[in-house]
């Protein structure tokens, strides 16, 4: 028994540690989707190359390895915080940001375990040691529990998806009500999923990933103010997380995890009236 609290004390202390960067997600994400392309930074190309080379038969798509490579040795050199050596709050930040990055992606086209994983990305930094033009210091990448990753990935597409909110929200484009509509669509998909991850586990519910579905919920309601200024008609095309459709969750067990399988007939409904109108 005394075993099981110490374990757990030191559990959720260190799964603190995974979310630190959620408290500058979005200037993460912003950074990450402008980095997004490759072109004019062929510093990483020869580096890239040879990493996935040396273990290709760990992926099932090895052109977007290189890929998926060449974004991360961007990324790298954009965050200025990731590249200091000391432990000051913004570097931990960031470096739980490009951990959390690389195992997303890694993990979409390799055997996710810890020995491959390990081999790939210790593969990358001898590409970019002391005598390349771009040098690495990636001491602060592991491999993160398939579980905790699949939950991060969640709150990292409700913020990815808001941050897109936000900025289409700033502008009157024509598309406008289409696209707030499609992305206030998907953050109900996801935010049901992972309220039904905290209200259904005991291990959960008090979790900092729960806690950071709180502070994500505060930053969507503050959208209210500019979906408002829109004009009366526009929040037909905005969808409240208070308002997501209480439909059934169906969950099923896949490897392990839960999947949430949300059925969004009410969120149909709304798409297939705005298209009637137009």
């Known amino acids: 028994m005394i075993f099981m609290y110490f374990y757990h004390i030191y559990n959720h202390q260190y799964n603190k540690l995974y979310y630190e960067f959620f408290?500058?997600?979005?200037?993460?994400?912003k950074i990450a989707k402008s980095d997004e392309s490759t072109t004019g930074f062929p510093n990483a190309e020869t580096g890239c190359n040879n990493a996935m080379k040396s273990f290709e038969y760990y992926f099932t798509d090895k052109k977007r390895a290189k890929i998926i490579c060449k974004e991360f040795i961007k990324l790298y050199n954009s965050l200025d915080d990731c590249k200091s050596t000391s432990n000051s709050d913004p570097h931990r930040k960031c470096s739980k940001f490009l951990n959390y990055w690389i195992n997303f992606k890694l993990g979409e086209i390799m055997q996710n375990d810890d020995k491959s994983f390990c081999n790939v990305y210790n593969s990358i930094e001898s590409q970019f040691t002391g005598g390349s033009e771009i040098v690495l210091n990636l001491?602060?990448?592991?491999?993160?529990?398939?579980?905790?990753?699949?939950?991060?990935?969640?709150?990292?597409?409700?913020?990815?998806?808001?941050?897109?909110l936000d900025g289409i929200l700033e502008n009157a484009a024509n598309d406008v009500k289409v696209k707030s509509l499609s992305l206030s669509t998907a953050c109900c998909k996801d935010y049901?999923?992972?309220?039904?991850?905290?209200?259904?586990?005991?291990?959960?519910?008090?979790?900092?990933?729960?806690?950071?579905l709180k502070d994500f919920k505060s930053k969507y309601d503050q959208l209210d103010g500019k979906v408002n200024k829109q004009g009366s008609d526009f929040s037909n095309y905005f969808i409240k997380l208070s308002e997501c459709p209480n439909n059934q969750i169906i969950t099923t067990a896949v490897t392990g995890s839960i999947v949430g399988l949300i059925p969004l007939f009410g969120i149909l409904y709304k798409v297939s009236e705005l298209y009637i109108k137009q």
Do not use: P, Q, W
């Open 23 to 29: 408290e500058k997600i979005v200037d993460y994400i």
């Open 139 to 164: 001491s602060f990448i592991y491999h993160i529990d398939k579980d905790e990753l699949d939950k991060m990935s969640i709150l990292y597409r409700l913020y990815k998806n808001y941050t897109d």
């Open 192 to 212: 049901l999923e992972a309220r039904y991850i905290c209200d259904t586990s005991k291990n959960n519910s008090g979790s900092r990933f729960c806690e950071k």
